[in-house]
């Protein structure tokens, strides 16, 4: 099994500013946790961030046949990009929608999310946890979809 972790703009600057609303971990630090917990899961995984649109839109086209699932960190662009949803919504492949802050318990502009609709779930407000989280679940899913041995 592999898994598709991607982080979308501004996210790079985790740990520097804001650590009231995001922590202290960097962005290496959360995929070094990551790698560490799919290693011992047994799971590949790939890990990425860009502060480009078009590119997590491009990686996203790109992970048919190469990923079993992908948690989606979109940061700003969740509350904005019909492109993203697009991309989700044609590759079929299952997403997580995650978020290291509670979205729901902040300004109304990130109430809103435009790739939720067509995610297999969302999860927010533990801080890293949010994506050992994702791992864990996207691992249970992929599980219970293959037919007993
Ligand atoms: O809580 C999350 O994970 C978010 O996706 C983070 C996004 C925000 O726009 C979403 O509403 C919720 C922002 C990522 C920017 O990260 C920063 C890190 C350090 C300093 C400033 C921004």
């Not at 502009?109 to 779930?121: E, Q, Y």
Request: charged fraction near 20%; charge should be neutral.
């Amino acid at each position: 099994m592999r898994i598709l972790f991607l982080n979308g703009p501004n996210l790079n600057l985790l740990g520097q500013r804001e650590p009231h609303v995001y922590g202290r971990a960097t962005l290496a630090d959360i995929e070094a946790g990551v790698r560490m917990r799919a290693v011992r899961m047994g799971v590949g995984v790939d890990f990425r961030q860009s502060n480009v649109e078009g590119e997590l839109v491009s990686w996203i086209q790109q992970a048919k046949g190469e990923f079993d699932f992908i948690v989606l960190n979109a940061a700003a662009y969740t509350h904005t990009s019909i492109a993203l949803r697009d991309a989700i919504s044609a590759v079929g492949l299952p997403t997580i929608e995650i978020h290291l802050s509670n979205v729901q318990a902040r300004e109304q502009f990130r109430h809103h999310s435009c790739i939720a609709p067509v995610c297999s779930g969302l999860i927010a407000g533990f801080g890293a946890d949010s994506y050992y989280l994702a791992l864990e679940a996207a691992i249970n899913v992929n599980a219970e979809k293959r037919p007993a041995a």
